[in-house]
């Protein structure tokens, strides 16, 4: 108990562990901060900057920042909001996100957050940036379009598959999902249990065979808005 | 041509150790040697230092001096920087383009020639300026462009290329370049007379503690930029847990428009690696590495030569200058092309082998750096105020410049002026005193810091050159009344969009977004409403991007829109009738015709 440390977070005073994160911390007490790259069994990244949140009125990242003693956190401000919404809506224009015909529809986090976050069409313009496709493994194919380069299937495949598939090329607007091979993907020892396959919070990596197993209609985000199962422990911690 | 390659690498590869953190000396040494790294060559050097192909793919692809591709015998680098293109490159570029056939990124049919485009070459001074190869070829014009093409194809070698030596140790025959220095004006720190191992002897009779003291007594603060108070930095370094520590020099100079830090590599090198030493004894390191941007590789030789008469002199190696104990030596790390790779963290993955992303802080490098060592980064010119305050003392440099930025400044200054080059200024000088001695003409706008610093007007001619009013790393570019701030911020977005690691989303997708519709208001399709949509996105990008570039990248819009905000308005109309200005309908027909491959019935002409 008493190497517990306490920081507020929108005014209301949370207790965490030193060393953790400010997410972390938040995700225990029931407070729900967005984020798109982060995973509960992945290590911090911190490209996506969804989690972008105020610590004594400095911009961090709540994924990646660590909790100390007395901090202020502003994490639901209208201002904090307004960039989310923004970095959510540069994520749609620059991929190609046909929602309404996407497999991942209601299982997508990057879709769900959207919603949760109240974005509509996007201000900015639609890139319309190339993209391609590989289905050449027989379980498993990756569509470019959709991926929002967090890294999750590059740090599962490291850090949680023992394996090393993923990496990324190139760099800025150029970015991409690389795989270990001089070919494709069906040429790397990539396995559909993955966890780097199941990881992917968009409809980028996915199953071959299972698309619609699931109505729309019926899925994760259908019932009930992202970060509803971490609100939930707010009522469980009282 | 296979096995060759094999065995190629095989011995490249074992060279360096075998190591895959020496990825940068392995990929560099192929691409020179076979003009690309291969697929096939990636898989041979991954088997070799046990890595992963995909790892060594993710390497190549980011650095823009690396390629998959072949590239021709002789790459021709054209810097295509704001300040070379006043100073006519369109028109070199045009003779190129002649002279060989071909267009930017292509390479001649008989492999010989490459033509690329490239940012900043650190030599605004003496624009237009090229990289073949190695070779740094200043002043260009369309004659001297055709006869660089001329000579190569006769000579096959870019080394005969300069016949006119510039002045200082440019003409030593280990530099052996055309680049002129341009100092115009030589102040009491950087280009004060400095015996070798005269601070250093200083340093090592005082305690590793003390010198620390006397650095934070003289208020140092970083050249690199951010003006870090540099023995603060040293402090943590230093109290850090870990055995091993290590001073590196940024000496990347990546920002647009900065060049002193190639002069002072030129014509002050011990005075640097003086000042790296005594790092080394402050902070308790045994490790120094110099990170030297590609593009000033041919220092390269002339460098190596001084540490080595260093090493001759006990001023580097085992018991420097008799201390028992204090073994210190320094490396020179090449880079690859990437300006991401002067900010710090970015630099230090680039040291390990790695693609030059930014790390994620905490940690800061002081506790956990290269090779997680407690790692302290500091710029060329700081280390050697740190050498001069040693010898001169703290209070010397204390009363030099501004209460908060003590000491000297190196800027180098370039554009409109007659007196382009390199001056070493007391901080806190007027804006308008020190474009005077530049000898501005008409100066209009001058962007202070680079494309990451701020565009200013005549109304900020007043204010002074420090860390907490107009500050800069050293970069100047002077701009008349003929510019135009739009183009100017253009260009600069460019160089942004270019330069992102592509890391993290709003650097990344933002800095895009930002240039298309500075783009849209160029050609006069832009309303009122575009200039608070620049605001709000130039916010979003500057508040949540993951490190310096993308925190400063809407600088340019942003700083053009404040100063002058009048140019923007000039160009953008109310939109009456509500249409999207962007949506050309017929070009939408276009392409719908094209996808269904027919004649359009309804909207026929
Ligand atoms: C995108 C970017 C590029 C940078 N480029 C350089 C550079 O070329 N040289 C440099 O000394 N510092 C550069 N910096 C600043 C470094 O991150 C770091 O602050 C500096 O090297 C520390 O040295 P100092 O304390 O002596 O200034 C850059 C920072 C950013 C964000
Ligand atoms: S493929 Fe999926 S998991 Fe991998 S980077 Fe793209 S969006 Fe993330
Ligand atoms: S701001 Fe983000 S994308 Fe831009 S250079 Fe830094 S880490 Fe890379
Ligand atoms: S969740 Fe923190 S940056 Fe992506």
Redesign the interface.
């Known amino acids: 108990m008493s190497d517990k440390i306490k920081f507020t977070i929108d005014g209301v005073e949370v207790e965490a562990t030193p060393g953790q994160t400010i997410m972390q911390a938040a995700d225990e007490a029931g407070v729900y901060i967005p984020r798109l790259c982060a995973h509960k069994d992945l290590l911090?990244?911190?490209?996506?900057?969804?989690c972008?949140v105020m610590v004594n009125d400095r911009?961090q990242?709540a994924c990646?920042q660590?909790v100390s003693a007395g901090m202020s956190v502003e994490s639901e401000t209208e201002e904090i909001r307004?960039?989310r919404v923004?970095?959510i809506e540069?994520?749609f224009?620059?991929g190609n996100h046909y929602c309404p015909f996407c497999e991942k529809s209601g299982n997508c986090e990057l879709q769900a957050l959207g919603y949760r976050l109240g974005m509509l069409a996007p201000?900015?313009?639609y890139?319309f940036n190339k993209h391609d496709v590989d289905a050449s493994h027989p379980d498993i194919y990756i569509d470019h379009n959709r991926c929002?380069?967090c890294a999750r299937c590059v740090r599962s495949s490291k850090e949680l598959d023992g394996k090393?598939?993923?990496?990324?090329?190139?760099?800025?607007?150029?970015?991409k999902v690389?795989?270990?091979?001089?070919t494709n993907l069906g040429a790397t020892d990539v396995s559909v249990t993955d966890k780097a396959i199941e990881n992917c919070p968009v409809g980028a990596i996915l199953k071959k065979g299972v698309g619609y197993s699931v109505p729309i209609g019926k899925r994760m985000y259908d019932t009930q808005p992202i970060g509803s199962d971490i609100e939930a422990r707010k009522a469980t911690a009282k | 041509m296979a096995e060759n390659l094999e065995k190629a690498i095989r011995e490249i590869c074992e060279l360096n150790g075998n190591d895959h953190t020496r990825m940068m000396d392995i990929v560099r040494e192929v691409q020179q040697r076979f003009g690309r790294v291969s697929s096939e060559a990636m898989d041979f050097i991954a088997d070799a230092v046990n890595s992963h192909r995909v790892e060594v793919e993710s390497v190549v692809s980011f650095y823009s001096f690396l390629s998959e591709k072949q590239k021709g015998k002789f790459v021709i680098r054209l810097c295509n920087d704001v300040i070379d293109k006043m100073h006519g490159v369109d028109n070199v570029a045009q003779a190129f383009r002649e002279e060989l056939g071909i267009d930017f990124g292509e390479s001649t049919p008989d492999g010989k020639f490459t033509l690329e485009w490239t940012a900043c070459i650190g030599m605004c001074d003496q624009a237009p300026a090229a990289l073949v190869n190695d070779k740094m070829i200043t002043r260009l014009s369309t004659d001297s462009a055709r006869e660089i093409i001329k000579s190569l194809k006769a000579n096959g070698d870019e080394n005969r290329l300069t016949h006119l030596l510039g002045d200082g140790n440019n003409a030593n025959l280990l530099v052996n370049s055309m680049v002129n220095n341009n100092i115009r004006e030589e102040g009491p720190v950087i280009f004060a007379k400095l015996d070798a191992g005269k601070a250093l002897h200083k340093a090592l009779a005082m305690s590793a503690v003390e010198v620390i003291k006397d650095v934070k007594t003289a208020r140092l603060r970083g050249r690199g930029g951010a003006g870090f108070p540099t023995g603060m930095k040293w402090e943590f370094t230093r109290a850090a847990e870990g055995d091993e520590k290590v001073v590196i020099c940024n000496a990347d100079e990546g920002e647009p428009g900065t060049f002193k830090d190639r002069v002072v590599l030129t014509e002050r090198p011990d005075l640097m690696f003086e000042g790296m030493t005594i790092a080394g004894y402050a902070i308790g390191a045994q490790t120094g590495v110099v990170y030297l941007r590609a593009e000033y590789a041919y220092l390269r030789a002339f460098l190596e030569s001084v540490l080595a008469d260093r090493r001759n002199n006990n001023l580097l190696g085992n018991n420097i200058l008799g201390k028992e104990g204090f073994n210190f030596d320094i490396r020179i790390q090449m880079g690859a092309g990437a300006y991401i790779c002067g900010e710090e963290t970015a630099l230090i993955s680039s040291c390990e082998g790695l693609r030059g992303d930014p790390k994620n802080r905490p940690p800061f490098p002081a506790q956990k750096g290269y090779l997680a060592n407690p790692t302290s980064v500091n710029n060329v010119e700081t280390f050697c105020c740190v050498a001069q305050i040693l010898d001169k003392g703290a209070g010397w440099f204390a009363e030099m410049g501004s209460t908060g930025s003590t000491g000297t400044k190196l800027l180098s200054i370039s554009g409109d002026c007659t007196r382009p080059g390199v001056y070493e200024l007391p901080f806190g000088i007027l804006v308008g005193d020190m474009l005077e001695k530049a000898g501005a003409e008409n100066p209009y706008a001058v962007q202070v810091g680079g494309p990451s610093g701020q565009l200013i007007g005549k109304a900020d001619f007043q204010r002074t050159i420090c860390y907490d009013d107009v500050a800069t790393g050293g970069s100047v570019m002077i701009f008349n009344e003929d510019r135009n701030p739009l183009e100017i911020a253009h260009e600069f977005m460019e160089f942004f969009c270019e330069e992102s690691c592509g890391y993290c989303t709003p650097c990344r997708a933002g800095n895009e977004l930002i240039k298309e519709r500075l783009e849209v208001i160029m050609k006069g399709e832009g309303t009122p409403e575009d200039l608070d949509y620049l605001e709000q996105l130039g916010k979003t990008v500057a508040v949540s991007s993951r490190c310096g570039l993308g925190q400063t990248s809407p600088n340019p819009v942003l700083s053009s829109l404040k100063n002058f905000r009048g140019e923007y308005e000039k160009l953008v109309k109310e939109n009456k009738d509500g249409m999207q200005r962007t949506f050309d309908i017929h070009k939408a027909l276009a392409t719908g015709e094209e996808l269904q491959g027919r004649k359009s019935v309804i909207y026929a002409d």
């Open positions: 911090p990244f911190g490209s996506c900057r969804v972008t911009p990242a990646t660590p307004q960039i923004n970095l540069m994520l224009v620059e201000k900015y313009p890139m929002i380069l090393n598939v993923f990496q990324f090329v190139g760099r800025g607007i150029h970015k690389a795989f270990n091979s001089d």
